[in-house]
């Protein structure tokens, strides 16, 4: 079966500082991810996500993210963050071929100071 | 284009009892997944429908059902209530295909008491 860590599970920054939140999955397969946010008081909505191709993949509003199939690992970043960034971020994997399981994480909650 | 909506937004029953929750998809979208997002935790999927056929199941009870219907609508039904059923509830449209992005509802609160 597969599972997603999220190592931080609260970050605070202070506006354009640099973020990177951790996410490593376990799956011998194919898999493919994704990273949601959801905003206060907003629905969960698709940040990026990685299919197959260029390991670096770049995302809505800044956001990037970096497969790294010998750690088992999709990080997000973002350079400098703003105070519109605080949100609730989830990393996401699904299998690829077989039935539709998506395995989401607990989630990193951000706060970003202005 | 109208968006995800799930209705009720807040729900509260008791342990036993049982409970329906309905999603209409996003336009043109023709699957529908639903998940089970519990306080402080990450939503855990529960099953998905594709043209009125479940086409995916998580790990959860066969008390835990659902219907896809022909204008790609769902519901979701839960019987014999437990406490630890009091979650946030989700529904996300796509289109078929797991390559397809996933649009979420804004979710229904159910308190089970």
């Known amino acids: 079966a597969q599972s997603v860590s999220q190592h931080n599970h609260h970050v605070i920054l202070s506006e354009a500082a640099s973020l990177e939140l951790g996410c490593n999955y376990s799956y011998g397969g194919t898999v493919n991810l994704f990273w949601y946010v959801q905003y206060p008081g907003q629905h969960l909505q698709l940040l990026l996500k990685?299919?197959?191709?260029?390991?670096l993949v770049k995302g809505i509003k800044g956001f990037e993210a970096e497969f790294i199939k010998s750690k088992f690992s999709f990080n997000l970043r973002k350079p400098s963050v703003q105070w519109s960034d605080t949100a609730e971020y989830f990393c996401a994997v699904n299998a690829r071929g077989g039935s539709y399981i998506p395995t989401f994480g607990r989630g990193t909650s951000l706060i970003v100071h202005p | 284009e109208t968006g995800v909506t799930q209705s009720p937004t807040h729900l509260i029953k008791t342990r036993g009892q049982q409970v329906t929750l309905r999603c209409s998809s996003q336009s043109g979208h023709n699957t529908v997944s639903w998940y089970q997002q519990a306080l402080g935790q990450g939503p855990q999927f529960i099953f998905q429908?594709?043209?009125?056929?479940?086409?995916g199941r998580g790990n959860f009870p066969p008390r835990f059902s659902g219907l896809q219907f022909p204008n790609y609508s769902s519901e979701l039904n839960v019987n014999a209530l437990e406490l630890d059923d009091s979650a946030l509830y989700l529904c996300a449209s796509s289109l078929s295909g797991t390559d397809n992005e996933q649009f979420f509802g804004p979710g229904t609160r159910l308190t089970v008491l």
């Open positions: 990685y299919f197959s191709g260029d390991p």
């Open positions: 429908y594709y043209r009125e056929e479940e086409n």
